[in-house]
């Protein structure tokens, strides 16, 4: 499986942003696709997951109601919908894609795309 994340800029303080992860080859091997980040000097977080055969979706409590993540099926792709951000959401976002047990650890995930930057700041 490849993942090809996008989507990240510069925002101020309240702004949104919309992040892709477009995956492609062995879909069939994976069951969720989640999203992390990782801030300079901090352990890669989760951020949300979501399960790709029936659209469960998860949250960490830093973004719960301020984040939304979606999938198209029919483009392989899944979207991370960033509202409200705070400089505290600055960091690398990654997606991430496998078949977890506990959807915020990331050993828990097979693939990895690249990542992509969000900068929130005035």
């Known amino acids: 499986v490849q993942l090809q994340a996008s989507g990240g800029g510069l925002v101020q303080p309240g702004g949104s942003l919309r992040l892709s992860c477009a995956a492609s080859?062995?879909?069939?091997?994976?069951?969720?696709i989640g999203w992390f980040r990782q801030a300079p000097g901090k352990e890669r977080e989760g951020v949300s997951c979501?399960?790709?055969?029936?659209?469960?979706?998860y949250y960490s409590d830093s973004v719960k109601g301020r984040f939304t993540i979606s999938r198209d099926n029919a483009k392989n792709t899944v979207y991370l919908q960033m509202n409200s951000l705070k400089p505290e959401d600055t960091a690398v976002y990654y997606c991430a894609a496998g078949f977890p047990t506990l959807w915020a650890i990331p050993h828990e995930y097979d693939y990895w795309g690249q990542g992509t930057l969000v900068t929130v700041s005035s």
């Open positions: 979501i399960k790709t055969s029936d659209g469960f979706t």
């Open positions: 080859g062995s879909i069939f091997s994976i069951n969720a």
